[in-house]
């Protein structure tokens, strides 16, 4: 997969689906915030809300550009979520919903699943099946609990799950969480670790058709990587790393990486940024007709009226309008990245160390992905491939305590400064 995104334009096979996706959450996301704090409740885990969208509008919704039905879950929970992560409420619906503006990235994997990013890269928007909704929902109050617990998590960040679904179509669950790389830097080298070899090797002979490839397990061990941190680093990174691990194991999830974006600051941003955001897709529509789609008029609206609109927009998110996006890759570096979540404070990433603890060449990104997959599901694929034609599967799960254990110890076995690491190397020679 690549990291560039696919524009999805009025002509793209998901342009509906995507319009959709943002409108709901425009509508249930200011529709939450809207109202005042509150503790949660328990109802709040099981919480769901339907709302009916049509061309016309009615009460309760305001008018869209297609019929479909949108159902928001748990909004309570996914609001405390985003406030523990740091997410500005304005910030998160001027990201996805200021300009219907979404790229796709890649072609879908093996699991189907379809990635979208926000106009600015901060969010991503992955479709998941209804067993990794419904398992989500499962878990939630767990997921919520070790959040609040522990907030520099190395987890997904989920800031909202919803389903739209239109006449006679498929019901759509996504989720909404955190791009874990930058907007405004390159990331050189993309690496998704398992603690697993079998079948985890990207095709280094491909690499010169797709230098983006993420590249696996094996690519990693081939040239003799490290993450690498010195001792406190290292100490801080692992012991989170350890708790989230804890944790999968306990839920019974398995199939998980950690994804590495690796940032060298000697090479610097040497790609243009441009070419990036002119692969975002602009929509055809012209400014006023953006407005028309945000305030869900159904005609075309005067200047007045759209300078009414972008007024409001602009009170509404308390700050200035976000710019567009080819002038905003000089301005993000200082903005978009301020958080104080431990491993994304440096630049969005996690500085690599030296073993006296000095800050190195390297900016890290990195977390724990693709966490809603249940053992019990693989087990059944697995016996399902079993009966079918009496192959043996290609890659034998193994439970979840025994898939987190040995995450971890290939996880923490490879993070180790540069220093370290060449004095390893060396006596490993002498012997
Ligand atoms: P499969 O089940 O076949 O592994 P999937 O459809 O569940 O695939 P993921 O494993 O979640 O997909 O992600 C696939 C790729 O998408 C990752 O290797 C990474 O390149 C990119 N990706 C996923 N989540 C993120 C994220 N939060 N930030 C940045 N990139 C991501
Ligand atoms: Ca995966
Ligand atoms: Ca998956």
Redesign the pocket.
């Known amino acids: 997969?690549v990291?560039i995104g696919n524009k999805v334009d009025e002509n793209h096979v998901n342009y509906e689906t995507a319009y959709n996706m943002l409108t709901g959450i425009r509508f249930t996301v200011s529709r939450c915030n809207a109202k005042i704090d509150r503790e949660l409740e328990d109802s709040d885990f099981t919480a769901r809300n339907k709302f009916s969208f049509d061309i016309t509008g009615n009460e309760l919704t305001p008018s869209a550009k297609y019929d479909f039905k949108f159902k928001d879950y748990a909004p309570w929970v996914f609001r405390h979520l985003r406030a523990g992560f740091d997410i500005d409420p304005a910030d998160y619906l001027v990201s996805l919903t200021s300009k219907y503006v979404l790229s796709e990235?890649g072609s879908?994997?093996?699991?189907g699943?379809f990635?979208y990013f926000s106009r600015d890269y901060k969010y991503?928007i992955?479709t998941i099946h209804h067993g990794e909704a419904k398992f989500l929902r499962k878990i939630l109050k767990d997921y919520y609990n070790h959040v609040r617990e522990n907030p520099n998590t190395l987890l997904?960040q989920f800031y909202g799950l919803h389903r739209v679904k239109i006449p006679y179509g498929r019901k759509i669950h996504f989720v909404v969480?955190?791009?874990?790389?930058p907007p405004h830097l390159d990331i050189h080298r993309?690496f998704?670790l398992k603690g697993s070899t079998i079948g985890r090797d990207f095709k280094e002979e491909d690499l010169e058709k797709n230098p983006r490839a993420?590249l696996k397990d094996l690519n990693w061990l081939r040239r003799n990587l490290h993450l690498e941190f010195g001792p406190t680093k290292k100490a801080a990174f692992v012991s989170q790393m350890e708790k989230d691990v804890a944790l999968l194991q306990r839920l019974g999830i398995m199939?998980y990486?950690m994804?590495i974006g690796v940032h060298d600051l000697l090479r610097g941003n040497t790609e243009q940024l441009r070419e990036r955001t002119l692969k975002v897709y602009q929509p055809h529509h012209e400014q006023g007709e953006d407005q028309n789609i945000i305030s869900g008029l159904a005609r075309t609206p005067s200047k007045l009226e759209t300078a009414k609109r972008a007024r409001e927009l602009r009170d509404m998110v308390k700050r200035q309008r976000p710019v567009p996006m080819e002038h905003a890759v000089d301005k993000m570096p200082a903005e978009a990245h301020r958080t104080s979540l431990m491993f994304y404070a440096d630049n969005g990433g996690y500085q690599a160390t030296h073993e006296n603890d000095m800050p190195g060449e390297v900016i890290y990104y990195l977390?724990i992905?693709?966490c809603l997959t249940r053992y019990n599901i693989v087990k059944k694929a697995e016996h399902f491939w079993k009966g079918f034609g009496g192959n043996e599967p290609q890659i034998s799960p193994i439970p979840p305590v025994r898939y987190g254990d040995r995450f971890n110890k290939f996880i923490a076995g490879i993070t180790m400064s540069h220093e370290r690491a060449e004095k390893q190397r060396r006596s490993i020679t002498i012997d």
């Open positions: 997969r990291m990235l879908p994997g093996k699991s699943s990635f991503i992955k997904s969480m955190n791009n874990l790389f993309t998704d993420t199939d990486s994804l977390g992905i693709d």
